[in-house]
Structure formats: C-alpha cells, structure tokens
C-alpha cells in the first residue's frame, strides 16, 4: 500500500537549534517525494522537492531509499519556521499522497 | 488575481441537507483535486481529475461527488450519505504531476459544520 508516515504530531526546538521533521514511506515503485508548508494564516505551499536536491529556506531533504525516509532538515530553526509540515508522495503522475503532518514550534 | 478561489470559506448545514462547494482556478490549470484536512490524519484525497468530463475516486470518495464541466470548475457536492461531513475542505489544481514537478496549487479552503 502507498502510504506516508509522519510520526511527529509536535515538535518543538528552541531559536537556533536544528530541527529534523521525519518522513517514511510505502511505495513499491520510484518514489516522488516531497515536502509542503502551511504557515499560520497562509496557504500550503510547496517548499521543496526530492528531485530537484534544493535548500529552500535553509531546508534540505534528502531521499534514503534503503530506510524509505525522506527527513527534512535545517540547522539552525528560526521563529518564522514555525508552521505545518507536511510530507507528500507522488506514486504516479496523477495524484499526491499526503502524512498526517508535524506542527513545528520554535520558541525564542 | 491569478490562484484559487474556494466559496463560501464557512458554511454550516443541518443534517439530512447536501451542501456544494465551489472551487474555481484562473491557472490554466489541467488537474484539479478535493482534500479533506481533519487534525491528526492529515490531507485526506476525495477526488480528482485531470482533464475536463473525467474524475477518479481518491482514498474517502464515499458520500461525495463531483463534476467537471470545465476546465475553470470543480464543485465538491457533500451528501446526505457522508457520515462525518464536519470538515476542513481543500481545493487543489496543478498543471500535471509529471516527473519532477509535484506541486500542487491550493485555495483558501472551507469549512463546514453540520449541525
């Protein structure tokens, strides 16, 4: 079955620590992967993609096939990171798979 | 204004009543999808379509549905046979999920209370 699992509901880090949001996943196949963000009061938005190997606000995420993860990572958290993090799965080209989503809170 | 527009952003309704929400996109946008986002499980997909007069089911189609008549529109139509309509609704499109792309263009969302 394709699934995505995020098993963080909550995390939260202080300004400047570094933050891991964990993402597995179930697909047999070549996965597509990718990570949204839903700030307070905003859209969900797209905020970056394993294809492309892009730091997108100082975030990273890199595809570890033989785990199935897809963690996304930053450094040093800032106050403005705070948000839903939501980590999506394209089994094909017609559709997104979503997790459930990690609140990140940084507090100062 | 070029994005996603989805009406009304609340809406309450009494049991027993069908209630349709409205989606509608200025992007040229081919695909078009309906989430339902409830705390803790996430973006759940209802239905989709990539193309004008065709949809697919997605994971939770059951008690809703939908239409494509064109390109512009894809109004969600929650029914009476929905057992748990109480819910944060979200419209999506995207110019097509080929390789490498993946981005999908959401609105506002609504939210709907059944009383």
């Known amino acids: 079955a394709q699934r995505v699992t995020q098993p963080e509901k909550l995390l939260s880090v202080f300004k400047g620590a570094p933050v891991e949001l964990k993402c597995n996943y179930s697909?047999?196949?070549?996965?597509?992967l990718f990570w949204y963000v839903q700030y307070s009061r905003q859209r969900l938005q797209l905020l970056l993609r394993?294809?492309s190997r892009e730091s997108i606000k100082g975030f990273t995420a890199d595809l570890n096939k033989g785990e199935t993860s897809f963690h996304l990572k930053k450094p040093f958290a800032q106050e403005e990171d705070s948000a839903m993090y939501y980590c999506?799965?394209?089994?094909?080209?017609?559709?997104?798979?979503f997790g459930t989503g990690t609140r990140l809170q940084v507090f100062p | 204004d070029g994005g996603i527009t989805q009406s009304p952003k609340y809406l309450f309704r009494k049991e027993g009543q069908n209630v349709t929400l409205s989606c509608e996109q200025n992007?040229?946008?081919?695909?078009m999808y309906w989430y339902r986002q409830d705390p803790g499980q996430g973006l759940r997909l209802i239905y989709y379509?990539?193309?004008?007069?065709?949809?697919q089911k997605g994971d939770i189609a059951e008690g809703y549905s939908v239409s494509r008549e064109k390109k512009e529109s894809f109004p969600l139509t929650v029914t009476s046979a929905q057992k748990n309509p109480t819910a944060f609704y979200l419209c999506?499109?995207?110019?097509?999920?080929?390789?490498?792309?993946?981005?999908?263009?959401f609105g506002e969302g609504s939210r709907l209370t059944v009383l």
């Open positions: 992007l040229n946008h081919d695909a």
């Open positions: 697909y047999s196949g070549s996965p597509e």
């Open positions: 394993h294809i």
């Open positions: 379509s990539q193309i004008v007069n065709d949809f």
């Open positions: 999506a499109s995207s110019s097509g999920l080929a390789r490498g792309s993946g981005e999908l263009f």
């Open positions: 999506a799965l394209s089994p094909d080209t017609d559709k997104l798979i």
